[in-house]
């Protein structure tokens, strides 16, 4: 059963970079079949994307935040991160990785991890 | 603003079917396949319950079934439970400058 799990400090001070790790297992980040995805969730409020990676480290980002976003990946680790610079309270949520499939496994989030809180403040 | 309008929220009461709509443009919901349902209990991760429109994952319920129709798509709860009572949300492939647009989410209360 794959899983995800996300790590990283859960206090950040405003105007510096946010840094979060997602820990895959049960199954390699390296297959071609899958990208793997960071998307956060505001307290009280909806879901947002904030971008995709795959094993070879091509990256999409969503165009509110790519000024600010880096996605790499470790697959020697089989590890994903995400780095959000000039952080601001706006980007206090829980953020959550995902695994998701191309336009022929099925286009979808179908495993997610548990999500961590980060809180942007001084 | 979300990309995708769904309704705040939802009621029913056990046993009876609701429908949750989630409407989209012509960049989205309305040319492609792609539109995915997600399940969010209050402090948990979203769940996965709905892919490429129509398909249910190996294990979720047959209660839960969906459609489109040109831009709007919908998810159709029947049977309704009590744990139904949760948060639901769509998403879908954009074509636009991001590659996922998600719904703002709808609160459904089983009373």
């Known amino acids: 059963q794959l899983q995800l799990q996300e790590s990283g400090p859960g206090l950040v001070k405003p105007s510096e970079t946010l840094s979060l790790t997602c820990t895959v297992s049960g199954g390699s980040i390296s297959n071609k079949d899958y990208y793997w995805d960071w998307i956060r969730q505001p307290p009280g409020k909806g879901l947002e994307w904030i971008g995709s990676i795959d094993y070879s480290g091509s990256t999409y980002y969503n165009p509110s935040l790519k000024s600010r976003v880096n996605i790499s990946v470790d697959t020697s680790k089989n590890q994903f991160s995400l780095k959000l610079s000039s952080v601001t309270a706006a980007d206090t949520a829980v953020y959550y990785c995902?695994?998701?499939?191309?336009?022929?496994?099925?286009?979808?989030?179908?495993?997610w991890g548990q999500g961590t809180l980060v809180t942007v403040s001084s | 603003q979300s990309a995708l309008t769904q309704p705040a929220s939802v009621s029913g009461s056990p046993g009876q079917s609701i429908t949750i709509s989630c409407t989209g443009a012509s960049s989205d919901v309305g040319t492609y396949n792609y539109v995915s349902w997600y399940q969010q209990h209050p402090g948990k991760a979203p769940k996965l319950i709905i892919y490429?429109?129509?398909t249910r994952p190996s294990g979720v319920s047959n209660r839960f079934s969906a459609s489109k129709s040109g831009n709007t798509a919908s998810l159709t709860i029947s049977g309704l439970q009590a744990e139904d009572e949760a948060d639901y949300y769509c998403?879908?492939?954009?074509?636009?400058?991001?590659?996922?647009?998600f719904g703002g989410g709808t609160m459904l209360t089983v009373l």
């Open positions: 998403a879908s492939y954009s074509s636009s400058s991001t590659l996922w647009v």
């Open positions: 995902a695994r998701q499939g191309d336009f022929l496994s099925g286009f979808c989030l179908d495993y």
């Open positions: 490429d429109v129509t």
